[in-house]
C-alpha cells in the first residue's frame, strides 16, 4: 500500500488552486459557480465511471503506487482525486483562454 498517486494528484490540485488564486480564474472568480460546476462534472463522471464498472469495460488496475482504498468495488478513492484533478484543470484552462483573449482584445 502505498500514497505516492495520491499524493501526486494531491499536489497537482494544489498548484490548480495556486493558479487559480494568483489569476482569479474559477473559484476566486466565483466560488458559488465554481462549486457547482465542479461538483456536477465529478459526479458526471463517477457515474460514468460506475456504469462503466458494471458493465464490466472498467477495472482497477493493480499497482504499488495507489493506497488499495476504493469508494466502491473496482473504484479507487484516486479515481475521487484525479476526476476533481481534471475539471479544475479544464475550467482553469477555459478561464485562462478565456482571459487572454480579453486582453488581447482590447490591445
Known sequence: MSVLYLLTL??????M???DWRFRLFFW???????LVLGLGVLFFLAWDLLGIGLG???RGETVLMTGLQLAPELPVEEFFFLSF???LTMNLVQGARLVLEQRAVQ
Do not use: D, E, Q, T
Open 10 to 15: 494531491l499536489v497537482s490540485l494544489a498548484g
Open 29 to 35: 472568480r466565483s466560488p458559488g459557480r465554481a462549486s
Open 17 to 19: 488552486i495556486v493558479l
Open 86 to 88: 481534471l475539471g479544475y
Open 57 to 59: 469495460i472498467f477495472y
